[in-house]
């Protein structure tokens, strides 16, 4: 089993690697580029090698790359769908050129247009972009907290996307606190039970491919995105050791996106009490 965490990359990709190891996560999540800025920098092959050398000597699993917050494929404007796919394409090329498991990207809000509206413009830019660009990562859509029009806060809508989509290289990365906020019971064994067969009957397991472990700072059905560290929420270690024994999310690598003790994003209390829950 992998538990991972969101790392920062400041001083380059292997510097995220180096972060990593030091608060004890068995693989990392990383932005490519400022999640909140359009600018996506190319990167050098020299960058690469650097990372490539850190990630041997760790023997750290799978990175995760994940996608600018800004990206918005459901959005009705034309201008910001261009920007979204240009970005995308970008972030996703890096992605498969250091050999991340994939790219997770949010599928954002469909701004009032309806779910069954967007679905073709989704479907095809994110169509465009598998055919452009080569490799062997995935573009993981990711579960939502389903505040406002957000798309993907049920795995029905999900589905349908993937469907449209219709390619061995997508898949789906459940957020824990997401799904949670979205009113799937992920903390109780009957809870669990529903929310994998509901999974399974809609998307289907085998496309699960990565997690965002994360306890929630709201209660179930919220519909509001507040990460808590480990533990420290709704969840509760209880709930999430319930989640974290389940078979269906066996081998399945997870990244923690908690606020941190400190305030500084995942550290490495967080961690420890995911393995001790895992005991
Ligand atoms: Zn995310
Ligand atoms: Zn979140």
């Not at 479907?123 to 465009?128: L, T």
């Amino acid at each position: 089993m992998f538990i991972g965490a969101h790392v920062s990359t400041a001083g380059g990709l292997d510097k995220g690697v180096i972060r990593g190891k030091k608060i004890g996560a068995d693989c990392i999540q990383i932005f490519v580029s400022s999640p909140r800025m359009w600018n996506v920098p190319t990167l050098s092959e020299e960058k690469i090698e650097l990372y490539n050398i850190e990630m041997d000597k760790s023997e750290l699993g799978p990175t995760l790359v994940h996608g600018k917050y800004l990206i918005a494929l459901g959005s009705p404007d034309a201008t910001l769908r261009g920007k979204s796919s240009v970005a995308l394409h970008k972030e996703f090329t890096i992605a498969n050129q250091i050999g991340a498991l994939g790219l997770v990207f949010h599928p954002a809000s469909h701004r009032g247009q309806g779910f069954e509206s967007i679905r073709d413009q989704f479907s095809n830019i994110v169509k465009e972009i598998l055919e452009d660009v080569d490799g062997d990562s995935l573009l993981l859509l990711e579960t939502s907290a389903g505040s406002g029009d957000h798309i993907g806060s049920n795995f029905e809508e999900i589905a349908n996307l993937l469907n449209d989509i219709n390619n061995p290289r997508v898949g789906v990365c459940m957020d824990t606190q997401h799904v949670w906020a979205a009113g799937y019971d992920i903390s109780s064994p009957r809870g669990l039970d529903s929310t994998f067969n509901t999974f399974n009957k809609t998307i289907g397991l085998n496309l699960l491919k990565a997690v965002h472990l994360n306890d929630s700072k709201k209660e179930i059905n919220s519909r509001v995105d507040r990460h808590e560290n480990i533990g420290d929420g709704f969840i509760g270690s209880n709930g999430l050791g319930n989640f974290l024994n389940r078979k269906e999310i066996n081998g399945i690598p997870m990244y923690l996106e908690v606020p941190g003790i400190e305030g500084n994003g995942p550290d490495k209390e967080n961690i420890k009490r995911v393995r001790k829950i895992l005991e």
